[in-house]
């Protein structure tokens, strides 16, 4: 089990300013030994002694809520699940639930299987991926409440029952509606009399399913194997009458999304007994046969008359078998009741929401609209990745294998092409879970790579999207001092593959001829992965790395591409031939020179990692300046759309708004951020050729339409602005904070304009982080001082340290642009990476010192007896100590007193695993297997 250091040590980064060329790689500092580090405070009475590292906090998932407050009333879980607007679904779910029970509506759905505009609902499916494009993926296990007999396979417009909004509700992790009932035969279905009350709740692996049918209906559950949003390739069932009576059914479902295959088990029981089972297999014919293997397989499960007010299935789900479904469902709901099921979940959002507390007013957030679009998009956040941990705490790999995690939560399905900027949220939102997520990615690539096939050939244990940029969320890990992450060697290799090697033809010419997006998106993977590499001591992977990762910006900008109103000539991505020539190219065209739902303005920017070579190589900072004031349209009086040219409905320059601070206008990006996401602006672009939303063609509407982007309704988002895996609702909770990440990736976030009078964090520990905005308001959007725990702060950047640190960000709010960070220190950038920790790298390698337990009960005469782990990691240091060595002797720790009680006679013990024993500092680095050490400090 590797060593699952705490928050890594605050430590400031500044960039220095040395020149692009002869860059030098990111080395991990030596940072202060354990002398000094780490102080005793012990409390007079009953009290505590609290070991504290002097310089951090150590934070993780959430302690709780605040008391009476119940946050899951400010999460509506129907913003954005109309039409092509967000693509979210409504249903049960719990925080990263590998289980999410969502109606599906018919006849048309949106890719997660619901549509508000639908007025019919065939049934509920147990798998979804939340927000995503395509077709969708999951859609598995529909269960379909009926009274229709059936002779033959149901035909799945037999499934259709109709609703109404005004019989159904749902908030974080439950739904129910009101269905009209069904009956007659599967040729000739007719609407019954009454209603089928349909309700839901889901906890990590388990979908709950309660129906309540009218008396003196004939109840019946089709269990529908075959469906699925893209591919079913394989269902099986076997039914068992259990000693009980009631009946359990489980199997398998594969299929497959995007071009990558998945295999999930099932094991489903129902409460009551079932009096009828009668399944079909490929040939569509019924029977009573209580196997089946094929794939278009089901099961249509009857039901006595008597049972028909209260009949439930469990549906849990494992990527590992059958046999561990079963005991998931033991021991994740047992003998819980359905009630009991969803107070759990309701109490698992509570806590999870509850880690960040808003403050708001009726001055700053008329109606409160703002902290319910808050709490509604930090639930999005929660989606995906998926828990695919079973709760013997062992997953399959995509090597096929079965692992034990020791300890660690392992979490599947992946679309981190849309959702890479997400993570480095939720590292400071929950940073426990956000290192979970990142371990497991590693392990991925690590069984891939062990595997020797490549990611998309192998199958996987829940249905995911895609794995272009993780490298970047590795390296946003590596970069904000997580370490001792097991199995990175071995997923190197696979991520190096993964993102893509240059022809020597490319080398040379320094580009993809005729492709620019390619180039740039995979120097985007190659800086991440020159981190990783440092990390590692690949030290010449690393400088071989970071220089191709350049090869757009040296090779593309074009100089004179456009030329602003006053004549400054501006450098922009330009496709070239292979010999060497550029290429034409109408820079606002969407999918001009074959990029990917975007254009050459959108994509020029896509490097976040080095801007300042960036503007650089447009020609300077003037030159960078006038091109980001045309991105949106700041440098003409038009006010028709025509001029915007960033897009809000996609991800490619999400982080857009906030480049004018890197430009010296920290105003504008004020200005931009409220503009999209609480206000209204002009927008010109969508994510795809078209919709029939609105008029468009290609990749725009037309015209261009003023609206608000977020919105607290069905159509929360702009038709074809898919959520992503809740990448969007993730950009709101950042631009909400004011912290958002630019460049994923790196230790840093960049500030824009807090949406609350104050947000405060609170990590496991109680130790909090709060942003606060004095006399905030939707007016009064533009900063005009700050100050960071009390002390004059004039940056546009903060660092992962300063706010896992804890402690206050005041800024004071005013309704007029100011000069408030104007004299920025600049960000991180690749361009003035001197490879100095400290001084410009992306923020890795600082030594960590953490303790568990952080405090340890005293008595009431002011005795304490107990142990503390101290744990060294991430960078080149040892304890300076033999075993046995009296940390209060040498300075090294300190034993205080509060009041003038008994005297501390107790015996205090550390334990403590170090990396190497040693009298003094040393410079090489910690080992992953320390020893342990015990340190008995004087009475």
Avoid at 390 to 407: I, K, L, P, W
Avoid at 675 to 697: C, D, H, L, V
Wanted: with cysteine; aromatic share 10%.
């Amino acid at each position: 089990m590797p060593v699952r250091p705490d928050v890594p040590q605050p430590r400031v980064t500044r960039p220095a300013t040395v020149p692009r060329r002869g860059r030098t790689p990111l080395r991990s500092a030596v940072a202060a030994l354990l002398a000094g580090a780490l102080g005793l405070a012990l409390l007079s009475g009953a009290g505590t002694a609290a070991a504290v590292p002097l310089a951090a906090t150590s934070a993780g998932t959430s302690a709780g809520t605040s008391a009476g407050t119940d946050y899951t009333e400010f999460v509506d879980p129907f913003v954005s699940t109309g039409g092509d607007d967000g693509n979210d679904l409504p249903g049960a779910e719990a925080p990263h639930s590998l289980a999410k029970v969502n109606p599906l509506t018919t006849p048309d759905r949106n890719h997660s299987g619901y549509d508000y505009d639908e007025d019919h609902i065939a049934g509920f499916t147990a798998t979804d991926l939340d927000g995503v494009g395509g077709s969708g993926g999951g859609g598995d296990l529909l269960v379909v409440p009926t009274s229709v007999k059936y002779d033959s396979r149901p035909a799945g417009g037999s499934y259709a029952h109709p609703y109404r909004h005004d019989d159904e509700s749902a908030t974080p992790g439950s739904y129910r509606v009101g269905l009209g009932t069904l009956a007659g035969t599967g040729s000739a279905v007719t609407q019954g009399s009454g209603t089928i009350d349909a309700e839901m709740t889901a906890t990590t692996r388990t979908a709950l399913e309660r129906y309540s049918f009218p008396a003196g209906s004939d109840p019946e559950l089709v269990l529908d194997l075959a469906n699925n949003f893209t591919s079913r390739t394989r269902a099986t069932m076997k039914a068992t009458t259990l000693p009980d009576g009631t009946t359990s059914i489980t199997g398998l479902v594969a299929g497959s999304f995007n071009g990558a295959a998945y295999r999930l088990y099932y094991y489903a029981t129902t409460n009551v007994p079932v009096t009828s089972l009668r399944s079909w297999g490929d040939d569509g014919g019924l029977s009573e046969a209580t196997t089946r293997d094929g794939t278009d397989t089901g099961a249509i499960l009857g039901f006595d008359k008597s049972a028909g007010d209260d009949i439930e299935l469990r549906i849990t789900l494992s990527p590992i078998s059958a046999e561990q479904a079963a005991t998931d469902q033991r021991n994740e709901v047992g003998d819980l009741t359905f009630e009991q099921a969803r107070a759990q979940t309701k109490a698992a959002w509570n806590s999870t929401l509850g880690a960040v507390a808003v403050k708001s007013s009726a001055t700053s957030d008329p109606g409160s609209t703002l902290t319910k679009e808050f709490y509604t998009h930090l639930y999005r956040m929660y989606a995906l990745p998926v828990n695919a941990t079973s709760t013997s705490g062992t997953y399959r790999g995509a090597d096929g294998a079965v692992h034990r995690t020791n300890g660690w939560t392992y979490y599947d399905g992946w679309s981190t092409w849309d959702d890479f900027r997400k993570y480095s949220v939720e590292a400071y939102v929950d940073p426990e879970t956000y290192r979970d997520l990142v371990q497991s990615l590693i392990v991925l690539f690590a069984d891939a790579h062990t595997s020797g096939k490549s990611l998309g050939s192998l199958t996987h244990s829940v249905p995911t999207v895609r794995w272009e940029r993780s490298a970047v969320v590795i390296a946003d890990a590596l970069s904000k001092g997580y370490r001792n992450f097991d199995r990175l060697d071995e997923a190197y290799p696979a991520l190096r593959s993964y993102t893509g090697y240059y022809t020597g033809t490319q080398l040379r010419q320094g580009y993809i001829a005729g492709d620019p997006g390619t180039t740039v998106q995979r120097g985007y993977d190659q800086w991440a992965l020159s981190v990783v590499a440092d990390a590692l001591g690949r030290d010449a992977d690393a400088r071989k790395l970071r220089t191709q990762s350049t090869m757009a910006i040296d090779h593309l900008v074009k100089s004179g591409a456009w030329t602003a109103a006053d004549g400054t000539e501006v450098g922009l991505l330009t496709p070239r031939a292979a010999g060497g020539d550029w290429q034409g190219a109408d820079y606002e065209k969407f999918e001009a020179a074959g990029l990917y739902q975007g254009t050459l303005w959108q994509y020029h920017w896509y490097d976040a990692y080095d801007m300042g070579g960036l503007i650089q190589a447009m020609g300077g900072a003037k030159a960078g300046r006038a091109a980001v004031e045309h991105m949106f349209g700041e440098d003409s009086a038009a006010d028709d759309g025509s001029t915007m040219l960033h897009s809000n409905a996609n991800e490619i320059d999400l982080q857009a708004p906030y480049l004018f601070n890197y430009v010296g206008e920290p105003s504008l990006t004020q200005k931009w951020v409220r503009s999209i996401y609480t206000g209204t602006t002009w927008n010109r672009y969508i994510a795809t050729g078209s919709t029939n939303e609105a008029p468009s063609s290609g990749g725009e509407f037309t015209p261009p339409v003023r609206t608000r982007v977020y919105q607290l309704s069905p159509h929360g988002f702009l038709p074809t602005m898919d959520n992503d895996a809740g990448t969007m609702s993730t950009m709101f909770v950042a631009a909400a904070l004011g912290l958002f990440p630019v460049t994923a990736g790196s230790s840093q976030f960049q500030i824009g304009s807090p949406f609350f009078d104050s947000t405060t964090i609170t990590y496991a520990n109680g130790s909090t982080f709060t942003v606060k905005a004095d006399g905030v308001s939707p007016s009064n959007y533009y900063v005009q001082s700050a100050t960071l725990n009390g002390a004059r702060f004039k940056n546009t950047w903060l660092d992962y340290s300063q706010i896992v640190a804890g402690g206050t960000l005041d800024f004071t709010m005013g309704s007029k642009p100011s000069a408030w960070g104007t004299r920025s220190e600049p960000a991180y950038s690749l361009n003035t990476d001197s490879g100095d920790t400290g001084t410009g790298g992306p923020g890795t390698g600082t030594t960590v010192v953490s303790a568990r337990p952080g405090t340890v009960a005293t008595a009431a005469d002011g005795t304490v007896d107990g142990s503390v782990r101290l744990t060294l990691s991430s960078g080149p240091a040892v304890f300076a100590a033999k075993k046995g060595t009296s940390l209060t002797a040498t300075g090294a720790a300190t034993v205080s007193r509060r009041t003038s009680a008994s005297p501390a006679r107790a015996r205090r013990h550390w334990r403590s695993p170090v990396p190497r024993m040693s009298t003094r500092a040393s410079a090489s680095r910690s080992a992953t297997r320390p020893s342990p050490m015990e340190c008995r400090p004087r009475r």
